[in-house]
């Protein structure tokens, strides 16, 4: 009886707060505003396990392997993959494909390039700004931004910041943090980041401490979206992922780490049970960022991908049908077996059995992948 009450007591507050024009309580109002999917989706276990790798389509795997190993200190995971077929075809949205895939990896992260040899896509547009909502980057964990900016110098890599940037102190979530956005060969954006004691995943002090190396890691990768709120209820209220951090920048510093005058963000930091953190970056101003090509396909330069394990790719793809997001693949796709050695593995060099494809509110790419 008391339970019934509690309910009933639960509703009609929702409904005097509604009518009263004042916030319900959290939970109701999520819930209130949902699809009835995203509800269901929300009251079973996560679909996302962790994140997996984060990647991106380029011109030359080869320059872009070289880049990434030379100047970053990625070191290449044995077995590049040559893929083509209707499987492919379906998990990508590309017909007739034919391309090439590396992994490398960098502490314990990875990141997959991916060359299509036909059909050949777009290029990058040059006029491609930090606040455009296809945006997007990596961050790479520095031990020391001066010695890692000074190696970029030498190298000659292409600036996107006007130099790396320290976070004002009054910020009491980024105050100390240095970063620099770049540019790799193909002009996709890239940053450099360096925590502060006190900030920041403490594994990366704990990384730096045991070891020499300069580039540590991948941390996150950060996309821009038009509306956190609306972003929210696909990453953490469907697929499962925690906020794990919030906050708002704006100043001189800022503006020049973005190269966008006037920046003012808000950033809401998601995490999964591993892997890099996946990072909402809305620009409270300037407004005036472009949206995402609505032809934007995975053979184009243009394209990222972030992958996120699942337990089942099948049942993923039930709980996240339209209109929760919106699917490049025809629901989830069995791969095909690949040979390695004397070995048969499945789907591909990653252990990817089945995935699916689908694109978020901003047409940021997500793979969900089961092994």
Known sequence: MRAILRTLAALFGLAAAVFAGTPAPAPLARAAQAPAALVHAAEAAPIVRSVLSVGYTVSDLDRAVSFFSEVLEFTRVPGEQEIAGEAWERLAGVFGLRARVARLRLGGEELELTEYLAPRGRPIPPDMRGNDRAFQHVAIVVSDMARAYRKLREHRVAHASSGPQRL????????????????????????????????????????????????????????????????????????????????????????????????????????????????????????????????LRANDLLHWQTTLATADAADAARRLRPPVAAFVSPGDVSLPSVSAGDVARPGNEAGIRRALSLRDPDGHALRLAER
């Open 168 to 295: 004002p102190d009054w910020n009491p979530n980024a105050g100390g943090i240095e970063a620099f956005y770049f540019r790799d060969p193909d002009g996709h954006f890239l940053e450099l980041i360096a925590f502060p004691a006190g900030k920041g995943d403490p594994r990366w002090k704990r990384v730096a401490s045991e070891s020499s190396r300069l580039f540590l890691g991948l941390d996150h990768t950060a996309i821009v979206v038009a509306d956190t709120e609306t972003s929210l209820r696909l990453y953490r209220d469907a697929l499962g992922l925690r906020v794990a951090g919030e906050s708002e920048n704006w100043g001189t510093e800022q503006e020049h780490l973005n190269n966008v005058f006037g920046a003012r963000l808000r950033i809401t930091g998601l995490r999964a049970a591993s892997g890099p953190g996946i990072e909402l970056l809305e620009y409270l101003a300037p407004r005036d960022g472009r949206p995402a090509p609505a032809d």
